[in-house]
């Protein structure tokens, strides 16, 4: 055997594949229309690239420190005091390889073999994957009948029919070993893929569970400047005890749109967390790459009312495609944030006589060439995502071209 089980037992990223498909067949000169996309259609501001030119013209082109550089750690303390009121110092935010990699190195520092985390579902793809990666357990939380939000009485019953070593609920689906103890919960805001930004009370009562039943929270807050409705709220602000408790995740992939040049960070309380994930940085990555740390300081110094325009777009994409499928009568996720519809498309998958969402994802992407997520790939069978992060033609065009699959 070549390949050790871990890497046997890691997917791919079905995001990332779906997207890369999509690109690839345009590039051969398909006419694709493309709902896969889980990154803006908007450059990145010419501010931030001027400031990476400038860094490598002044020859800012060589390692930094694992952890990142000053002064990109200063200004994300700031950042997170003044826009979160999350009281973090400077040495308590590590920059890293996108928010995936603050993730990833987090949960390679934090978890023993066994240790469960809780996922809420529909969940991002690669929670579960990095969970096993680092040998622990996933426990996977439905929310569908929770308006797909956390329930506090679900999340308390599950830790401690766990500490009981009692068999666990319907609600759970269990990837990996029985649960030594529950070590984490994974909280999204704006929701991947469903759009959802949870409310403070919501977030009031999760903290006060995590709190008595000793779970620590991950706050991935990627989405966090995309909010239409409602407003977004970290988690750790709620207070100091829950600040203690809580990683705050978040990058600078959605917000300034630089996916590609991979900045993220992950802040946190507790200094051996912070030199765990140091250290794994020291012996993977090394660092991020210092020219787009540069960027990364110009994007948080810089203006930030082109987000305004990127909003309103998002704004009217997401309006228009709502009424699409009021239209039709097909059920949705009213997205809150984020840039992302997730369609109840079960209904329409079994009166065509597909199989699964795959299949059906499959056969529209042959027969009309449009591709869009699976639910399946987000922990929720028979839904599919479709990103607005595309522009309004496209999205007609692509929506007209779904309305004649369906029917046809
Ligand atoms: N969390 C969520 C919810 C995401 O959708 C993504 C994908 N952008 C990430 C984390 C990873 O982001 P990054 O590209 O910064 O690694
Ligand atoms: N996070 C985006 C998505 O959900 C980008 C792809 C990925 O990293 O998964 O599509």
Redesign the pocket.
Known sequence: MILSKRSLFLET????A??SKAKLLKAQGKDVISF????PDFDTPDFVKEAAIKAIKEGFTKYTPPAGIPELREALAEKLKKENKLDYQKDEVVVTD???YALFTLFLSILEEGEGVIVLSPY???YTEQIKFAQGSVLIMDTTEDNFLPNEEKIKEVSRLVFERKPLPNYIKLIGHYPKRIKAIIINTPN??TGAVYPKKVLEKVAEVCLKENIFIVSDE?YEKLVYEGEHISIGSLDKDVLDITFTINAF??AYSM?GWRVGYIASKIKEVNEAITKIISQSTSNVCSIAQKAAVAALKGPQDFLNKWKQAFIERRNYMCEFFDSLNIPYVKPQGAF?LFVDFNKVISKKGYKSDMEFAKALLEEKLVAL?PGSAFGAPGYA?L?YATSLENIKEGLKRIREFIFS
């Open positions: 990223s079905p995001t990332v779906i997207t896969g996309a889980g990154e996108g928010a995936k991002w793809v690669s991947n893929p990627c992939s959605k996916t992302y997520v995502r990103s």
